[in-house]
């Protein structure tokens, strides 16, 4: 009896050793399947953000070559403008000016499409500054000669400039700070 008993205890064992062997081999696989698709989500949040920002990359870059070209056209509208001021009379300087001023209009315009808001902010600091000093030109208000007050019309200029050398060095990361703003109004 005793063999038999054996037997019967030695199939059990098996029976139960396999059923157990077999559990724990579903049960890791079940984890590894688990931690295979974790790690999959994982791969595919990342290459979904690296796509995301891939895009944001050469939508900048695509944007930069623009922006640039109308933040430089208006800084160089703005230097001539400035740079008419030496060696001029007051009488035979305002229609030059005017014409001047004009262009600094047009390239504003440009300039506020290009964006962003502390660069347009900054252009139009100085427009205003210029159509400032036009108008005291036109009424014969402005005492001394006109490169005498070329100051007036650099510092919004170099605002601008700032501003616009800040907003092409963005890379489109959010920023920790507040944003640029231009230099206050003398």
């Given at each position: 009896?005793?063999?038999?008993?054996?037997?019967?205890?030695?199939?059990?064992?098996?029976?139960?050793?396999?059923?157990?062997?077999?559990?724990?081999?579903?049960l890791?696989?079940?984890?590894?399947?688990?931690?295979?698709?974790?790690?999959?989500?994982?791969?595919?949040?990342?290459?979904?953000?690296?796509?995301?920002r891939?895009r944001?990359?050469?939508?900048?870059?695509e944007?930069?070559?623009?922006?640039?070209?109308?933040?430089?056209?208006?800084?160089?509208a703005?230097?001539?403008?400035?740079?008419?001021?030496?060696?001029?009379?007051?009488?035979?300087?305002?229609?030059?000016?005017?014409?001047?001023?004009?262009?600094?209009?047009?390239?504003?315009?440009?300039?506020?499409?290009?964006?962003?808001?502390?660069?347009?902010?900054?252009?139009?600091e100085?427009?205003?500054?210029?159509?400032?000093?036009?108008?005291?030109?036109?009424?014969g208000?402005?005492?001394?000669?006109?490169?005498?007050?070329?100051?007036?019309?650099?510092?919004?200029?170099?605002?601008?400039?700032k501003?616009a050398?800040?907003?092409?060095?963005?890379?489109?990361?959010?920023?920790?700070?507040?944003?640029?703003?231009?230099?206050?109004?003398?």
């Amino acid at each position: 009896m005793k063999s038999e008993n054996l037997a019967v205890d030695a199939g059990v064992a098996a029976v139960v050793g396999a059923a157990i062997g077999g559990g724990l081999t579903g049960l890791t696989a079940v984890g590894t399947g688990l931690f295979g698709l974790r790690t999959a989500r994982l791969q595919l949040q990342f290459q979904e953000s690296e796509a995301a920002r891939q895009r944001r990359f050469e939508s900048l870059t695509e944007r930069r070559g623009p922006r640039s070209q109308a933040y430089a056209d208006f800084v160089a509208a703005g230097q001539e403008l400035i740079d008419s001021l030496y060696g001029r009379g007051q009488q035979d300087f305002l229609s030059t000016f005017e014409a001047l001023q004009a262009n600094i209009r047009m390239r504003r315009s440009h300039v506020a499409i290009a964006g962003p808001e502390a660069v347009v902010r900054a252009a139009g600091e100085f427009a205003d500054e210029v159509r400032d000093f036009r108008n005291v030109l036109a009424h014969g208000a402005l005492r001394g000669h006109p490169f005498n007050h070329k100051h007036k019309l650099e510092r919004p200029l170099d605002a601008f400039t700032k501003a616009a050398r800040t907003a092409l060095e963005d890379e489109g990361h959010p920023h920790e700070g507040p944003t640029p703003t231009a230099a206050p109004r003398a």
